[in-house]
């Protein structure tokens, strides 16, 4: 029980922020340029500095060096995950515009703009390294494999091995593949380095949910009405995805915390950023933004009640 009431506590507040951002939005307080701002600054200063003040305070050298089976285990779920989604896309008969955006939405979780903000609430900073290791694997698929995808759906010319790399070392990637290294040799920051990127990691969580919020106002309730593709993403997102992974956690030994937090990653919505990319590639960015924002309002109920069937 105490697992429950954690968790809705945990949703409670996430609510709240997510309704602040549907408020400004309404109010006119946050228009797109406002979110072309907030996007920017917690992808380019607040996401990494999160990162490196998590890598040097919630990090260890025994950890990492012994991190093989936190890595292996996302890393599979995304493998099947995304061989899944390819299936069902080809067995509905998904239209080409949409059949990367579908394949995305189905196999990749919104690790950090829903998920960090949810598993610090419901595990504290005991979850953070774990959450680090299955958002490293996450993004690297969406970069590698669906970003690619999303771009052949608009019928663009498949991205380059050289825009592939660019992609992977965005801000976030780069402070961690900085900060780990430099932490394995015992290296630190100044002090006044990491207590600016506490400072900064302090607003990932309510910029992040207020910006989900306000694109649930852009979005607008009425056009959140799901059609039996967004369905089956849902089903992929809370039920199969999640499932994939806690057998992957029974298959190598992951126990505990770990298991947890890599049960509600693998559950979270559809990723901000295939929004994003389809938006850039001419693919149907508007279905897109269906799926994140129906899968936003459906992670309220699908995580506590992850939480009491598998905590």
Same mark, same amino acid.
């Given at each position: 029980?105490?697992?429950?009431?954690?968790?809705?506590?945990?949703?409670?507040?996430?609510? #709240?922020?997510?309704?602040?951002?549907? &408020?400004?939005?309404?109010?006119?307080?946050?228009?797109?340029?406002?979110?072309?701002?907030?996007? *920017?600054?917690?992808?380019? /200063?607040?996401? @990494?500095?999160?990162?490196?003040?998590?890598?040097?305070?919630?990090?260890?050298?025994?950890?990492?060096?012994?991190?093989? @089976?936190?890595?292996?285990?996302?890393?599979?779920?995304?493998?099947?995950?995304?061989?899944?989604?390819?299936?069902?896309?080809?067995?509905? *008969?998904?239209?080409?515009?949409?059949?990367?955006?579908?394949?995305?939405?189905?196999?990749?979780?919104?690790?950090? &703009?829903?998920?960090?903000? =949810?598993?610090?609430? #419901?595990?504290?900073?005991?979850?953070?390294?774990?959450?680090?290791?299955?958002?490293?694997?996450? !993004?690297?698929?969406?970069?590698?494999?669906?970003?690619?995808?999303?771009?052949?759906?608009?019928?663009?010319?498949?991205?380059?091995?050289?825009?592939?790399? *660019?992609?992977?070392?965005?801000?976030?990637?780069?402070?961690?593949?900085?900060?780990?290294?430099?932490?394995?040799?015992?290296?630190? @920051?100044?002090?006044?380095? /990491?207590?600016?990127?506490?400072?900064?990691?302090?607003?990932?969580?309510? /910029?992040?949910?207020?910006?989900?919020?306000?694109?649930?106002?852009?979005?607008?309730?009425?056009?959140?009405?799901?059609?039996?593709?967004?369905?089956?993403?849902?089903?992929?997102?809370?039920?199969?995805?999640?499932?994939?992974?806690?057998?992957?956690?029974?298959?190598?030994?992951?126990?505990? !915390?770990?298991?947890?937090?890599?049960?509600?990653?693998?559950?979270?919505?559809?990723?901000?950023?295939? =929004? =994003?990319?389809?938006?850039?590639?001419?693919?149907?960015?508007?279905?897109?933004?269906?799926?994140?924002?129906?899968?936003?309002?459906?992670?309220?109920?699908?995580?506590?009640? #992850?939480?009491?069937?598998?905590?």
């Amino acid at each position: 029980m105490a697992s429950l009431a954690n968790s809705v506590s945990a949703v409670l507040l996430i609510l #709240l922020l997510i309704c602040a951002g549907y &408020f400004f939005g309404r109010k006119g307080f946050m228009t797109r340029e406002h979110k072309s701002f907030v996007i *920017k600054l917690l992808i380019n /200063l607040s996401v @990494p500095c999160m990162c490196v003040h998590n890598v040097f305070t919630q990090f260890s050298r025994k950890l990492i060096l012994e991190a093989g @089976p936190l890595l292996a285990a996302p890393f599979i779920c995304n493998i099947l995950a995304v061989l899944l989604s390819v299936g069902i896309a080809k067995l509905f *008969k998904v239209n080409r515009r949409r059949f990367g955006g579908f394949v995305v939405m189905c196999a990749m979780s919104n690790a950090m &703009f829903v998920g960090y903000p =949810v598993c610090y609430e #419901l595990f504290g900073e005991q979850g953070v390294p774990y959450l680090m290791c299955f958002y490293l694997i996450n !993004t690297l698929f969406f970069w590698a494999i669906g970003a690619p995808m999303i771009y052949a759906s608009a019928g663009e010319t498949r991205l380059s091995v050289k825009q592939i790399a *660019k992609k992977l070392v965005s801000p976030p990637l780069a402070a961690l593949f900085i900060a780990v290294p430099l932490m394995l040799l015992g290296l630190e @920051p100044p002090r006044v380095v /990491l207590s600016f990127c506490q400072y900064m990691s302090n607003t990932v969580t309510p /910029l992040a949910l207020i910006y989900i919020g306000f694109l649930i106002y852009e979005t607008g309730f009425k056009a959140l009405k799901p059609d039996a593709g967004i369905w089956v993403v849902s089903a992929m997102r809370f039920v199969v995805t999640p499932l994939i992974m806690l057998l992957l956690c029974h298959a190598f030994n992951i126990g505990g !915390t770990a298991r947890s937090v890599f049960m509600i990653e693998a559950a979270m919505p559809v990723m901000t950023q295939s =929004v =994003v990319v389809s938006g850039y590639a001419g693919a149907d960015e508007k279905y897109n933004a269906l799926g994140m924002g129906f899968t936003s309002i459906l992670c309220l109920i699908a995580v506590p009640v #992850l939480m009491l069937l598998f905590s």
